[in-house]
């Protein structure tokens, strides 16, 4: 019980001072948390792990799409499974019809930023702008679906972090177009936090819909 209790601390200590840290950086009220017991655990880190991947095979997907390497295809292909498993996650909880249509949006999502990234890559700013009004109306969509299906995640809240990803995806794509290394190199850091952040939004949201599946 005392290793228990240790633990759970721990994991509350770690949890506070991110969260803490992240609002400091954002400019908004830091979030309440409880203490975290093992079965949110099981939600919460696989969570994380499917925001960190989308981070970094969005990433790697820039980076292919950009160099015209000859990996492209393959990378998109697990980009779109990793759509595949965000929409699988939040099955237990909203079942197979909510599945199929997170998956969806987010595949939308992946497909929009592929037009965007060949759309800066030649410089064609109409395009560009074209494709940044469909990303933006896709983010909406899935906003407002997520919201609905959950009125734990406040609506402003959430679209403003998904806004902050697109925002940050674009720098990192005109970073790289820049040859500014050093710029990119942090971005995608700041696109990883951003979106475990996120991550973590969304499983707290679920925790309070939920309680009773998480005692």
Known sequence: MKKQLVSCLAVFTIAITTSHSLAWAEGRPAPQRVCINQSVIQLKYPMQKLWIEHAWWTRSFIVSSLAGLKDQNDVLARLLQNQVDLGNIIKPYYGEQA???????????????????????????????????????????????????????????????????LKLTIAEVEYRLKGEWAADIKTADTIETHLIHMGDFLTDGIVKQFPNRFR
Do not use: C
Request: aromatic share 10%; no cysteine; net charge positive.
């Open 99 to 165: 599945r199929d249509k997170l998956t969806s949006l987010l595949k939308e999502h992946i497909l929009i930023a592929g037009k965007i990234i060949e759309a800066a890559k030649a410089g064609d700013q109409a395009k560009f702008n074209q494709f940044n009004k469909d990303w933006i109306r896709n983010a909406d969509e899935i906003v407002a679906f997520l919201t609905n299906a959950n009125p734990n995640w406040n609506k402003q809240v959430l679209a403003d972090m998904f806004y902050t990803h």
